[in-house]
């Protein structure tokens, strides 16, 4: 074989590689329909800026392989996966009081179908305890903020589990995981600092 024919054959190699990942990346992302049907290609629910600014898309949209796109509302809408994060679909009340407004003076976020407003929250991790974070756009920056929240099996309902910049919400937590003293004491004494390190002790140490 030429060096010409080397070089073809080396681009041509190249260029599949490309191809493949290219199709492994659109099947990355999927989305899921209330009917249980799973749709697979890239997702996107969020605008990064231009025309109206930053903001959550009203509808949910998924473009193929073959770059058809596709639009969903919503509410019919149960899970989707973007980038790897995935993002599940809740009903919150917080005492029909609008988000976030309130959830510095309320940590409760009740799980409602028929009285609540729907959040995709990411899901951060699961387990006995399972850690999610709601996010939202401030309307005059544009800026994406985020809130931790928790759960644990059972639960109709979800805590707030941080206050921002000012770490975590200690007398919240320690109320909400009476069921573990060992915890307890361990944000009182302010030895957790992070919500992922509450949720790993919970789900390591804390028996059922």
Request: hydrophobic residues 35%; aromatic residues 14%; glycine residues 8%.
């Amino acid at each position: 074989m030429n060096k010409r024919a080397s070089l073809f054959f080396f681009f041509l190699l190249l260029f599949s590689t490309h191809i493949l990942l290219a199709q492994s990346n659109d099947h990355s992302d999927y989305l899921v329909l209330n009917t249980g049907d799973t749709l697979y290609g890239r997702v996107q629910h969020s605008k990064e800026g231009g025309f109206g600014g930053r903001g959550f898309y009203k509808k949910v949209r998924i473009t193929d392989t073959h770059g058809k796109r596709k639009k969903y509302k919503r509410k019919n809408v149960s899970v989707f996966s973007v980038d790897g994060s995935v993002f599940e679909s809740f009903w919150l009340s917080q005492q029909s009081q609008s988000f976030p407004r309130v959830s510095l003076e309320n940590p409760r976020y009740d799980i409602a179908f028929k009285n609540g407003e729907q959040h995709f929250l990411r899901n951060v991790s699961k387990g006995r305890l399972s850690h999610y974070e709601l996010e939202w756009f401030d309307q005059e920056s544009s800026t994406l903020w985020s809130m931790s929240l928790l759960k644990k099996e059972g639960d109709r309902f979800f805590i707030r589990a941080d206050q921002g910049l000012f770490g975590l919400k200690g007398k919240v937590l320690r109320n909400y995981f009476s069921d573990c003293p060992k915890l307890q004491e361990k944000i009182q004494r302010k030895e957790l600092k992070k919500v992922h390190q509450v949720v790993t002790f919970y789900n390591t140490n804390c028996l059922p």
